[in-house]
């Protein structure tokens, strides 16, 4: 089970690499949780692993391990592992020497380690792959192999760094849900560097969203998708349909925006004024079609076209003169009647307003 107290504590991380500076990072983790560290590439991500795990030492700030700072603590002495992208794997040995390393360091004898090399293989799904040489592996096969070698000594914290990135799609959709799978099995707490954000939202408790070297906000993932603080959250985490608008009626219980002529309602915790332009996010997956008019927010609208992915359809429509993208699964009616749809829904969860 996860623990109620927290960890893993970062306060007001900062360094300064001369053409790259990190600060004010802050954020803590449960024992037995996942963290991600989503972000374009050199957002900061790779710095904050490379701090934690001890290769980087920072200029201020705190890294707290069950309320210990162990900034001067040397990165051996740490019991961190780590997984890189590019598996970092000993090609001169087999995949049993490989994870065999770690534990002979840790002076095991040969039973014990010849045990959890069984075991872990078979954790990571490459049962009877021991005597097998690196170079013979796929890449997928190759980092199941560096995570088997992490997992083995038992770490207290497992660092990711892009891991799968490397990796072709299906591989890595493959190997992120064997991660998953280990994590929830073993419990083991782990934070993972990624720029993919259904990766960051299959496989995190927690995300720490990270941008030219600031943490924009760090929550659940329900609580970064729901209530993103900006309109840069917003539009990285895939909140695509977002319009101008202005502030026609702002009250405590009632609050109406209008965007080319069409009004909405919607609920913040911002004080806005009436008449301040704003911008408008529409989570439109939660946005829905009927032949029925519903209460709130339900429009006229006129369907003009549909792509079929599969089990998944996009849905282009028109809301007065604003286009729609909506992504949405397959409904349980034929592509046809779908198209005869009269109104479309817009929930009040699924819109976010921000100053223009």
């Not at 989503?38 to 200029?59: A, C, E, M, V």
């Not at 069950?66 to 040397?74: D, Q, S, T």
């Not at 309109?231 to 405590?252: D, L, R, T």
């Amino acid at each position: 089970m996860v623990a109620k107290t927290n960890y893993l504590e970062i306060k007001n991380l900062g360094i300064n690499l001369g053409d790259f500076i990190l600060s004010n990072i802050s954020f803590s983790l449960k024992k037995g949780e996942m963290l991600i560290l989503l972000g374009h590439s050199g957002s900061g991500k790779s710095t904050i692993i490379r701090l934690i795990s001890g290769l980087l030492k920072p200029d201020e700030g705190e890294i707290n391990i069950n309320e210990k700072n162990i900034i001067n603590v040397k990165t051996y002495k740490r019991n961190f592992g780590l997984v890189f992208q590019d598996f970092a794997l000993f090609p001169h040995l087999t995949v049993s020497e490989n994870i065999a390393f770690g534990l002979k360091i840790k002076k095991m004898s040969k039973n014990e380690i010849q045990k959890k090399i069984s075991y872990f293989l078979e954790m990571v799904g490459l049962k009877g792959y021991q005597d097998r040489k690196i170079e013979m592996l796929s890449g997928g096969e190759k980092q199941r192999v560096a995570l088997a070698r992490t997992l083995a000594p038992e770490p207290d914290l497992i660092l990711f760094d892009e891991p799968l990135s490397a990796l072709d799609e299906n591989m890595r959709l493959n190997l992120r849900k064997e991660i998953k799978r280990i994590q929830k099995k073993l419990h083991f707490t782990g934070i993972f560097v990624t720029h993919d954000r259904k990766e960051a939202f299959e496989l995190g408790d927690k995300i720490a969203l990270i941008s030219n070297g600031k943490m924009l906000q760090f929550g659940e993932p329900k609580s970064l998708y729901l209530n993103p603080k900006t309109p840069e959250v917003a539009e990285f985490i895939g909140i695509n349909n977002n319009f101008s608008g202005q502030i026609i009626h702002y009250e405590k219980n009632l609050k109406i925006a209008e965007m080319n002529k069409i009004k909405i309602e919607f609920e913040s915790n911002i004080d806005f004024e009436l008449d301040e332009k704003i911008r408008i996010y529409i989570k439109s997956e939660l946005c829905f079609f009927s032949n029925e008019k519903s209460e709130k927010n339900c429009f006229e609208t006129k369907i003009t076209k549909i792509t079929d992915y599969g089990q998944n359809i996009e849905v282009i429509t028109y809301l007065g003169k604003n286009v729609l993208k909506i992504p949405m699964l397959r409904p349980n009616m034929t592509l046809d009647e779908l198209f005869e749809m009269k109104y479309l829904t817009i929930p009040i969860q699924s819109i976010n307003v921000f100053r223009r």
